[in-house]
């Protein structure tokens, strides 16, 4: 089956870097579209960044240009760079996948999620 497991959240500076990735397996990674969300206590859950099969990438204009989505194929990884961090990026973020037309209504697969606290 679908899994997707996060990991390299952490508490930082502002102005500070951090790099998630995500492992992804049971199914052929290279086929999905796959993304970033995040969610802030109190707040819904939001798109951060996401990348399809031809490697055509898109973001929330929040992170423009501080965050870089990228995927390892090969390997089956989803990475997130994450830039000039700053206090309102905390949030618990979680990978995700579905096939592309599914994925743009709301993709079914997720993974558990990785705590990124950014303090000032």
């Known amino acids: 089956q679908v899994q997707l497991v996060e990991s390299g959240g952490g508490s930082v500076q502002a102005g500070e870097s951090l790099r998630l990735s995500c492992a992804a397996s049971?199914?052929?990674?290279?086929?999905?579209?796959v993304g970033w969300f995040r969610q802030a206590p109190g707040k819904e859950r939001e798109g951060v960044a996401d990348?399809?099969?031809?490697?055509?990438?898109k973001y929330a204009d929040s992170v423009k240009g501080r965050f870089t989505i990228s995927r390892d194929n090969a390997n089956n990884i989803l990475w997130l760079q994450m830039n000039s961090l700053k206090v309102e990026d905390t949030a618990m973020y979680y990978c995700?996948?579905?096939?592309?037309?599914?994925?743009?209504?709301?993709?079914?697969?997720w993974g558990q999620g990785t705590q990124v606290t950014v303090s000032s």
């Open positions: 990348r399809d099969r031809a490697g055509i990438s």
């Open positions: 995700a996948t579905d096939n592309c037309i599914q994925f743009l209504r709301r993709p079914n697969y």
């Open positions: 049971g199914f052929t990674f290279s086929l999905y579209c």
